[in-house]
């Protein structure tokens, strides 16, 4: 039997150079060669297999979205200065959503208030954190979440079914950065369709004050066979080549970054011309000073970096093959 999906894996990467630079994922076609290979066709009518993709940046790159589009899942909420018992309420509602996930390509996920990855949660250490959860989705959902909480908080025993509600309370503790999914089986199910996102602790005693970023590594199966087709930062496939992130120089960067990709064991992320410190989960003073790190699923971590130079630098997961199926982008470093 022949593959009835066109576009799987082998062939996008095979194709991932002509395909990126093709434009639009939508006038691509599939089609088998008399070899019986699949291969990309654009029908656009011309070749722009000279453009290559690693320095395809700006209006050409063809991302889905618009230039604002990702900022509520890139910019947290503000941190607040250390109150002990203040509530912190969020809500959030399980949706099935039909999203585009890379230009012209769509894929059927299940949401939490209808973008994946989900909201970013943000609260500070000791405040008590209030998640009103509704599940408006087809399937029984929960909220598991990372971090110090009773075992009936837990997002494991307690599944709300289609139409039900559970309110999550606990103490935000540890401070770090701590990241949300479902745990309703089958559990890498739930997950790959999209129901995770970031959970921000702030230290009692504040960092110090940055440029803040939430970056929530992904993938997507979009033909079904288990297997990644897209890779992003922040759900939507090359967003940040398209857009690029701008920052100054004269103040640190720092980037809450969490790994939820599914069927591959890791992901990383690496950043062109620069060093960082990393923290791991976030939840110490202990660094590593690199210009790569790497994340096992559920793994998650803070960067911080200080530009030494203004310019266009890329930063991008370092296996080429998540890069150049979507996990690159660029940060813009104004002096
Ligand atoms: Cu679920
Ligand atoms: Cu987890």
Redesign the pocket.
Known sequence: MPEKHGLTRRALLVGAAPLVAAGPLARLAFADDDKGHEHLASHEGHDHRDLGHAAMIGDQVPAPGGPTDLDELLLPPPALPHQPGRIREYKLVARDKEIEVAKGVTFPAWTYNGTVPGPVIRATEDDILRVEFTNAGSHPHTI?F?GIHPANMDGVFEIVGPGERFTYEFPAQPYGMQ?Y?C?ATPLKKHIHKGLYGAFIIDPAKPRKPAQELVMVMNGYDTDGDGANNFYTVNGLAFYYAKYPITVSRSQTVRIYLANLTEFDLVNSFHLHGEFFRYYPTGSTDQFEYTDTVVQTQ?QRGVIEIDFHNPGLFMFHAHQSEFAELGWMGFFNVVA
Do not use: A, Y
């Open positions: 598991h990372h990241l999914h745990h559920g």
